[in-house]
């Protein structure tokens, strides 16, 4: 069965600096992997997705994502961290069920931005 | 388009009593997603619709969950009778299904407080 880690349930970044938000998995075969971010109140929101290719993924907002097959990873990072991107960000991966993708989540890490 | 419209936000009730929470997905989305969101177990897919036709249930946690989706605009979660570990974030996602991901856009959730 596929499983999604996020090692980290809390981050704490000073605006501007660097960031980068952990996620291993274990699955089977070729993972689609994906990573989400969940402001309070709000839904989950697509921030970039890798299904194959360059492993190296560009999101929306400023994010990138690396895959890491040998070590079962897909990373979040960000080089200068916004005071808006405070938020919940999940990694996921996902399988194929009756057609349909459908996303495992990771317990999510909670990102704290400091002025 | 409005997105994904879920209602009501915010749902408080006594333990057993019967609770419906509302969706209407994105038009001409084909899938169908209900969630439930806890500190304790993080984000857990409860059931998920192919055009109207629920396709894998077994992530409702018991009988007292059931979900309906009589046409493409609308599906209902029901939970009766209601009990205090219902209580949760519960989110309703659609996508639309071709032969490939797409991507699941959520609703703001309804939050249950089950007293």
């Known amino acids: 069965a596929q499983s999604v880690t996020q090692p980290d349930i809390h981050i704490t970044v000073s605006e501007g600096a660097s960031l980068e938000l952990r996620c291993n998995y274990s699955y089977g075969a070729t993972p689609y992997l994906f990573w989400y971010v969940q402001s309070p109140g709000q839904g989950l929101q697509l921030l970039l997705k890798y299904f194959s290719g360059d492993t190296l993924v560009q999101g929306i907002k400023g994010f990138e994502a690396e895959f890491k097959r040998s070590q079962s990873s897909f990373n979040l990072r960000k080089p200068s961290v916004h005071w808006s991107d405070a938020a919940e960000y999940f990694c996921a991966v996902a399988f194929v069920s009756g057609g349909s993708y459908i996303p495992t989540f990771g317990r999510g890490t909670s990102l704290i931005v400091h002025p | 388009d409005a997105g994904v419209i879920q209602s009501p936000r915010h749902e408080v009730t006594e333990m057993g009593q019967e609770v419906t929470l509302r969706c209407k997905p994105i038009s001409g989305h084909n899938s169908l997603f209900w969630y439930r969101q806890t500190m304790m177990r993080g984000l857990e897919l409860l059931i998920y619709?192919?055009?109207?036709?629920?396709?894998?249930d077994s992530g409702m946690p018991e009988d007292r969950f059931s979900a309906k989706m009589p046409n493409a605009s609308f599906s209902t979660l029901k939970i009766q009778p209601s009990e205090p570990r219902d209580s949760a974030v519960y989110f309703c996602?659609?996508?639309?299904?071709?032969?490939?991901?797409?991507?699941?856009?959520f609703g703001p959730g309804t939050r249950l407080t089950v007293l």
């Open positions: 619709f192919n055009n109207n036709v629920p396709i894998d």
């Open positions: 996602a659609s996508s639309l299904e071709t032969s490939g991901y797409n991507e699941q856009f």
